[in-house]
């Protein structure tokens, strides 16, 4: 290959990387849709892309306040430099001594037998089902707005043979029992029929808010599941969240499961990855299907450290980011223009999700937010990108994390405080 060529190739991809060529192919009718909300399907995911400056002349000073995932985190100065000192440790060697202190401490805080360093949430949720569901063709019972079943492509039927069967997700992240009993198939002797193995959980509850799952629902989704001889695995990913708001340990909330994945890597601030804990044995059967879906990972120590200093040092500063979100979901309410709808009984954590009056489309407004606008730096003394994105069932989450102080999240009052007056001016003209 020419260098000409090579390099017209790669100017090609840089090109379409940054959004400056649009592909000639024709959008269907379900792009077509989503594009017009901001959606990258009518399923209600969207594109994290960062926005672009837009205005007429770039702000002098742009303060950038990312608010659309705790995935979006960074390490602190702490886990940096415990991850520069640390040493690289094969995981897929036994023995090595971060990755078992990292094992133990996770164990120990949630009171289970043992734990499993894994890349993330997903294959961490993957693993879980796959243990727990021996048989292909046997079968889960999993929330109809859960992370697993929306979330995760379908990976327990698409790799592990599983089949999902739903439950309605009530308002606070739970489902009705007799709901789920109903769900239950006991007589899978009879070819027609799977046989229900498992009950997934998820806590904090994404797609609710961060709603977090009351005590007493665990306790008696655990009663029914040992009534039936069945497992419960709770996709605990912000399950620390769920503690902190409850004031109660970890290991309070997890006495009602068999197994739990936390993600380390989401409001603990560490850079990659999940631990999956439960029993001694079902562990051992985790780390074959981890080895199966190439989840062991070479020199992983660096990882491992990250992961110490998420689970002992950065756990109780979580109550900050639900501070925050407080803070900013308060002014949503308090916001004249009235605009926007939250309730605030919901936000019980780190995440608000609210909706927009009807004319003020949640597209539009994520659009305004990520932009530095006309007059926006005279009026607010500098220019501020409020990054948060359209969410499922034309509503709008921001979510708070180890990267937004609480300066951070006054900078977005005001930007929103900007949009919205500004939104009502420009129709205030129009009519």
């Not at 306040?65 to 602190?76: E, I, K």
């Not at 932009?371 to 509503?395: D, H, K, R, T, W």
Request: net charge neutral; charged share 20%.
């Amino acid at each position: 290959m020419s260098l000409k060529t090579f390099s017209s190739r790669v100017l090609f991809k840089v090109v379409l990387s940054r959004g400056l060529v649009a592909w000639s192919k024709p959008l269907g009718p379900r792009d077509a849709a989503a594009a017009a909300v901001g959606c990258s399907s009518v399923r209600g995911y969207h594109n994290l892309k960062k926005p672009t400056y837009r205005g007429p002349g770039r702000a002098a000073h742009i303060r950038v306040v990312d608010l659309r995932s705790d995935a979006m985190s960074q390490p602190g100065p702490a886990m940096r430099q415990a991850m520069a000192k640390a040493v690289l440790e094969d995981d897929l060697m036994k023995g090595e001594e971060t990755i078992r202190e990292l094992g133990e401490i996770t164990a120990d805080m949630f009171q289970m037998e043992a734990a499993l360093f894994v890349p993330s949430g997903s294959m961490g949720n993957l693993i879980a089902v796959m243990v727990h569901c021996r048989e292909r063709g046997d079968e889960m019972i999993v929330g109809d707005l859960c992370h697993m079943h929306i979330y995760e492509q379908g990976g327990s039927a698409q790799i592990a043979g599983v089949h999902s069967t739903t439950v309605t997700t009530l308002p606070d992240g739970s489902f009705d029992l007799e709901e789920l009993e109903s769900k239950l198939v006991h007589n899978y002797l009879d070819p027609y029929y799977p046989r229900t193995r498992l009950i997934c959980l998820e806590n904090t509850h994404n797609i609710r808010g961060g709603r977090v799952l009351p005590l007493t629902f665990l306790q008696e989704v655990r009663a029914l599941a040992d009534r039936y001889g069945l497992s419960v695995h709770m996709d605990g990913a912000r399950v620390m969240n769920a503690a902190v708001a409850q004031r109660v340990a970890p290991s309070t909330i997890l006495q009602h499961t068999h197994t739990v994945s936390l993600c380390l890597s989401k409001g603990l601030g560490a850079p990659v990855g999940t631990v999956l804990a439960g029993p001694r044995d079902f562990i051992s059967k985790a780390v074959r299907c981890r080895k199966a879906l190439g989840g062991g990972m070479r020199q992983v120590g660096i990882l491992a450290a990250a992961g110490k200093v998420a689970l002992l040092e950065m756990v109780e500063r979580l109550e900050e980011d639900h501070r925050n979100a407080k803070t900013f979901a308060q002014a949503l309410l308090d916001c004249d223009p009235p605009l926007f709808a939250v309730d605030m009984a919901a936000v019980e954590t780190n995440i608000v999700r609210f909706h927009l009056q009807p004319s003020f489309s949640p597209s539009e407004f994520c659009d305004r937010m990520g932009q530095v606008g006309e007059g926006e730096e005279a009026a607010l003394g500098q220019g501020i990108q409020v990054l948060m994105f359209p969410y499922f069932g034309n509503s709008v989450r921001a979510v708070w994390h180890l990267g937004i102080s609480p300066e951070d999240t006054q900078l977005a009052i005001r930007k929103m405080q900007f949009v919205a007056s500004q939104f009502m001016e420009e129709k205030v003209r129009a009519q």
